[in-house]
């Protein structure tokens, strides 16, 4: 479906769980969350209804996301029937890898198209500080399960923190030399929970280029990230400069909250619920938020915080 803006909405980012079996310092409290009553949350067949109802407006590729989709107990069936969906040309899910050595072969059967991990560094005692409970190990298992499971066209996003990893922007880019995956530099947004971090550590992607000089820019998809490419590499790099260089203009998606809030945009607080409503009111509500997406977001930086009203885990990023 076309916005008010001219722009084919066709992705829908389903958040299946706001839970997560790490607590990466960027995106959630260290505490978890306080844990809402089932009743607020979508049922599976909440979620499939949505997906149905979306795409009968045009939406053609679905991810699932969270918090951690893979904590989902259900994680399986909703993208086995999330990928029976007519129109639904694209299953992918994104996810911090660490459930892919019991689950990647299972996802692979259940109709999942692409995974993306996340890996933030490469050094274990990073890892555990940046994620507060989780190992790289862990981590790192989980991409070679993915690959293992046949999965190509891997992605690999690490959020570029100054004073964190912007040592390792060699060493995480040199991973697409040793599998075959794109690895991709996500600009750290200033979400409620991260302010903990200072100025410093709002790093641009150009960085990356100003690393990694013996970059060539390859040819452009779809996606947000504008890809470059090392020598004798197997994947793209790409840098999602969410914060330096908006991309609204190309805004191709709408969000849709695990406790039933769809959002027009990512940095903003608006959200129509859709908790409760069978596919009629679902497919109205949609179309609702489609056209309720602004031109723009607001202007984000340390300073500029956004308007998300919610953290990262709580949204689906
Ligand atoms: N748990 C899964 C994972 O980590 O991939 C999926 C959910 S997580 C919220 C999705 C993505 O959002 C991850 O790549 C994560 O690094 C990114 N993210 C979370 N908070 C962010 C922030 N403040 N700025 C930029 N990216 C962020
Ligand atoms: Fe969990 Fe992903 Fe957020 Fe890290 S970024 S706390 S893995 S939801």
Do not use: W
């Amino acid at each position: 479906m076309v916005d008010r803006y001219g722009r084919d909405i066709y992705y829908l980012r389903l958040s299946v769980t706001d839970r997560c079996n790490l607590r990466c310092r960027y995106c959630m409290p260290a505490d978890g969350i306080c844990k809402k009553s089932h009743l607020e949350m979508l049922t599976e067949d909440e979620m499939i209804t949505a997906v149905q109802a979306a795409a009968s407006l045009g939406i053609r590729k679905l991810r699932l996301t969270g918090g951690e989709p893979l904590v989902k107990k259900n994680i399986l069936s909703i993208c086995e029937r999330s990928a029976a969906i007519e129109g639904i040309n694209e299953v992918c899910v994104t996810t911090n890898g660490t459930l892919l050595p019991q689950l990647a072969k299972d996802l692979r059967a259940a109709g999942v198209d692409r995974l993306n991990i996340s890996l933030d560094t490469l050094n274990p005692d990073k890892y555990a500080y940046i994620t507060r409970i989780g190992t790289l190990d862990q981590a790192i298992r989980g991409i070679e399960s993915a690959l293992e499971a046949g999965f190509d066209r891997l992605k690999i996003n690490a959020v570029l923190i100054g004073g964190f990893n912007d040592d390792e922007i060699a060493a995480l880019a040199e991973l697409s030399r040793r599998y075959p995956a794109d690895v991709r530099f996500i600009e750290l947004m200033p979400m409620t929970e991260n302010e903990e971090f200072g100025q410093q550590a709002y790093v641009p992607g150009s960085a990356v280029l100003a690393a990694l000089p013996e970059l060539t820019q390859t040819e452009q998809n779809d996606g947000v990230a504008k890809l470059y490419r090392l020598p004798d590499a197997l994947g793209n790099i790409g840098l999602i400069s969410a914060v330096s260089s908006h991309f609204c203009a190309a805004c191709n998606r709408i969000r849709l909250t695990a406790d039933g809030k769809l959002k027009p945009c990512l940095h903003s607080a608006q959200e129509y619920s859709i908790k409760g409503l069978d596919y009629a009111g679902m497919c109205k509500a949609m179309e609702r938020v489609i056209q309720a997406k602004p031109a723009c977001h607001a202007p984000l930086s340390a300073a500029e915080r956004s308007n998300a009203g919610r953290n990262m885990n709580q949204i689906g990023g």
